[in-house]
């Protein structure tokens, strides 16, 4: 069974920092990408970063390229996402996920996290 935990949210002022932790539960393979993605109130859930359990590869969503650093420790199965130089905008819900398969459209994620509220005030 697997289980994604999210943690670290909270308030901050812009121009600040907060870490994000998500905590995996269940087998890994080198085919596994680990997602933070993010939904704010009335818009549409938005891709963040990605990483490969090897840490091979990573993605970044140009909004957060250069601020945003993805990490993952193999040892611990956990999945980091360090916030730098936040924005107002960048105000919404983070999600931890997980892709097992790859589909037409790309990336497929098919477990998520419950989410936790990140707020930044200016």
């Known amino acids: 069974q697997v289980q994604l935990v999210e943690s670290g949210g909270g308030l901050v002022q812009a121009g600040g920092s907060l870490k994000l932790s998500c905590a995996h539960s269940g087998r890994t393979f080198s085919n596994v990408y680990m997602g933070w993605f993010r939904q704010a109130p009335g818009k549409e859930r938005e891709f963040v970063a990605a990483i490969t359990w090897s840490g091979g590869s990573v993605y970044y969503a140009d909004s957060v390229k250069g601020r945003f650093i993805i990490s993952r420790d193999n040892a611990k199965k956990t999945v980091s996402l360090q916030m730098n130089s936040l924005k107002p905008e960048d105000t919404a819900v983070y999600y931890c996920?997980?892709?097992?398969?790859?589909?037409?459209?790309?990336?497929?994620?098919?477990?998520w996290g419950q989410g936790t509220q990140v707020t930044v005030s200016s």
């Open positions: 996920a997980r892709s097992d398969r790859i589909g037409r459209t790309g990336r497929e994620y098919d477990y």
